[in-house]
């Protein structure tokens, strides 16, 4: 506002055109609404479960304190609250108040137990014992929890940039939630549930409904167990036979409500003409309704960081919220301005920078050929364009702007050089200083700076004038016509290599169909192509980068899988009880699966993030039940029976089911409005965990107590022939 009334005539004041900060602010404040929106939700599952508002309470308690912990933790690494901190908070919010809700529920039914036999008990006791009682399978389940994300922080490059942030703050919050669990859950309890018990009138109708019914069905599923586990064993292998089939893509497309819309005309096209064109592509723009407001340059200085001569024009387009899906804008952009002389390319500004980052072109795909003749290259360039033009999907087609310029040649006569007394560099140092021109001083007006560069005028820099420029020689001035042939020709505008082999790209996009699947006809159709000897195509770009984080990441879950293996044996010491509860894994999968085919979302790398923070969480089901079963045998008289499993998996039911759901449904608000900002890259890790989790639940129900029952006799007696008098 301030330099509007200073500004001269005919200049109108300035409009931002592109701000990266709108999509950070954008992005972070769409986090935040959805925090609040998860807490909510959690507030009202544990209400629906515990039926009253102290529990719900002292289990709340643990996500400001938590979160609180986290920020705190940011500060000290020197971490800022940005998209994927936030994320990492949005992911673990349901699982910040599981620790605490074990914790209370135990507390309240060991207290309701008291209460009922009508004796005097002593309310710090029972708090104390019956929090110890599940202390160990929240820690050991916790510290599972976190030590799967371990293995992540080795990711390299763009990944590791976005998802080792996400990785400390949702460990982070996790071991916060669980040291409020441990120190500050039980005091609450014993300050706020003793009241509580005393006119308490059991378990609410939701939970006793559940029971009953939980319990036909169980002890049916006991009766034949065999038949549940080879069903659940059917689905886990059609799951894991149908991940190939997914299509892939390295990140989900971001939401940055703009567009960078790039036209490239052949190099040596005059400022005139590109503005010409670029006045032409701004007017069929104009009629697109989601245009906000446009901005165009022509050109880029020698100086910038991606310096472009004057045939190359961007336009940054703002888009209006709402309207119609990117892709179909996309595609009337296209249609838009198909009949103009340039070559088109689309997309947004953070992610034309992560694709040049990648591959070092402004697209998802990059073809390079390499070779030594750039004749060779410009003429297998284009063949090789028209073939891939037949492959449906692939848009913004390209060739690299390796053309022909008018250029004048002056090659030195180094016998004559010699004759007359100068050496070829001298020669060659003198003509550049001419033509080039030399910085020799700066000139001041008031603020402003000019370099002054002394060189020849245009009349002297032509092919006559250089024929006749007078270069000094110890024996006088001699005309450069008698010390070097000057001739007009052709070359290359640019010769680029990589690897100091000569190269040349075509660049393309992916429209209205799956990356991998364009990649896989791409490749198809580049392995058939004839290159002359010596002359080879390498493919690059966005799923180059999924296919090696992929590969990647599939070895860190192995790790990661390892890790848990090995906490559960040093706990159990039974390679088979360690397993039970890893059972809890694939069946996580068959939700997952199903869940990233019904969303529509393709295999990334967050979709993969999002699988191996599953795995830990999917632990916590198994490990509360089982350990339930042995503290049963250990401390309270039962054997080893289907009534003793029974009431185990009753008595876990609760805790079991409200742990699961408020994981899976404070993941809600992730799951809609996919593509605003902030949630793009979150969706899919969001569809992934709660897929897992309604899945590994529901499964879990029953086929863990059947497991148990077939495989879980002889290392449970043997555990327990150990002695001890610690829960387990």
Not at 149 to 175: D, K, N, Q, T, W
Not at 470 to 482: A, C, H, I, M, Q
């Amino acid at each position: 506002d301030g330099l509007k009334g200073s500004l001269p005539q005919g200049i109108t004041a300035p409009q931002v055109i592109f701000r990266q900060a709108d999509f950070i602010e954008a992005s972070i404040g769409n986090l935040q609404v959805k925090l609040l929106f998860a807490a909510c939700l959690i507030a009202g599952i544990l209400f629906f479960f515990l039926g009253n508002f102290r529990t719900m309470v002292i289990s709340l308690t643990a996500i400001p304190l938590s979160i609180l912990t986290a920020i705190l933790v940011f500060q000290w690494l020197g971490l800022s609250i940005n998209t994927m901190t936030l994320g990492g908070l949005a992911i673990a919010i349901g699982e910040l108040v599981d620790d605490a809700v074990v914790d209370v529920e135990n507390i309240l039914r060991r207290l309701r137990e008291k209460a009922a036999r009508g004796e005097p008990y002593s309310v710090f006791r029972t708090v104390v014992a019956a929090s110890l009682e599940v202390r160990t399978a929240i820690v050991y389940a916790t510290l599972i929890i976190a030590l799967v994300f371990v293995p992540l922080f080795a990711l390299p490059g763009i990944e590791g940039r976005l998802f080792v942030p996400l990785g400390i703050a949702y460990i982070v919050s996790i071991l916060a939630s669980l040291v409020v669990s441990v120190l500050l859950t039980p005091v609450l309890c014993s300050y706020l549930l003793p009241a509580l018990v005393s006119h308490d009138h059991g378990e609410t109708r939701l939970v006793r409904w559940l029971k009953a019914r939980y319990r036909t069905v169980l002890e049916r599923v006991l009766a034949a167990p065999r038949l549940p586990i080879a069903l659940a064993g059917i689905a886990v292998v059609l799951a894991i036979a149908a991940v190939p089939f997914f299509p892939t893509t390295f990140l989900p497309p971001f939401n940055e409500g703009s567009i960078t819309l790039g036209l490239r005309l052949n190099p040596g096209a005059t400022l005139s003409e590109s503005v010409r064109i670029a006045e032409s592509a701004e007017a069929a723009l104009r009629g697109l309704p989601e245009i906000d407001h446009l901005g165009r340059r022509t050109g880029r200085a020698e100086l910038d960081e991606h310096a472009e001569g004057v045939h190359v024009t961007e336009f940054e387009i703002q888009l209006k919220p709402g309207g119609r899906a990117k892709e179909a804008v996309y595609a009337d952009i296209r249609q838009r301005l198909k009949n103009l002389p340039a070559s088109i390319s689309l997309g947004q500004p953070i992610a034309h920078r992560l694709d040049h980052m990648l591959s070092g072109v402004r697209a998802q795909i990059a073809i390079k050929l390499f070779g030594e003749d750039l004749d060779t290259l410009r003429a297998q360039a284009g063949l090789l364009r028209e073939r891939l033009a037949k492959i449906p999907g692939l848009a913004d087609l390209d060739i690299e702007k390796q053309v022909l310029a008018p250029q004048i040649k002056v090659r030195v006569d180094f016998d004559a050089a010699a004759r007359y007394g100068i050496s070829t560099a001298q020669l060659t140092r003198t003509l550049q200083t001419l033509v080039d021109g030399e910085k020799v001083t700066q000139i001041v007006e008031g603020n402003r700076r000019f370099d002054l560069v002394v060189r020849l005028p245009e009349s002297a820099r032509s092919l006559e004038g250089l024929k006749n420029l007078l270069v000094e020689t110890p024996g006088g001035r001699v005309p450069l016509s008698k010390l070097a042939s000057i001739e007009d020709a052709d070359g290359p505008n640019q010769i680029t290599r990589d690897d100091g082999r000569r190269r040349i790209v075509i660049s393309a996009n992916a429209q209205e169909r799956a990356l991998s699947e364009v990649v896989a006809d791409l490749r198809a159709a580049v392995a058939d192509f004839p290159l002359p000897e010596g002359y080879f195509i390498t493919l690059g770009g966005q799923f180059q980068a999924q296919e090696e984080a992929a590969r990647l990441i599939s070895l860190l879950a192995l790790g990661s899988v390892a890790l848990i293996f090995m906490v559960l044996y040093s706990r159990y010491r039974s390679a088979l009880l360690a397993g039970l509860i890893m059972a809890n894994v694939p069946l996580a999968l068959v939700g997952s699966v199903l869940g990233l085919w019904l969303s529509g979302q393709p295999l990334s790398v967050a979709a993969l993030i999002g699988f191996i923070t599953l795995a830990g969480i999917a632990t916590r089901n198994g490990i509360l039940k089982i350990s339930h079963y042995l503290n049963l045998m250990r401390f309270e008289g039962e054997s080893f029976s289907p009534a003793m499993i029974v009431r185990g998996s009753l008595e876990r039911l609760t805790p079991v089911l409200m742990t699961a759901l408020v994981a899976a449904f404070a993941l809600v608000p992730l799951l809609f409005e996919a593509e605003q900002p902030g949630t793009e890259i979150l969706h899919p890790v969001a569809v992934v965990i709660f897929g897992g989790l309604i899945s590994s639940t529901l499964l879990d129900t029953f086929v863990t107590p059947a497991l148990f029952w077939l495989y879980g006799r002889k290392p449970a007696e043997r555990l327990l022939a150990e002695g001890g008098d610690e829960a387990l």
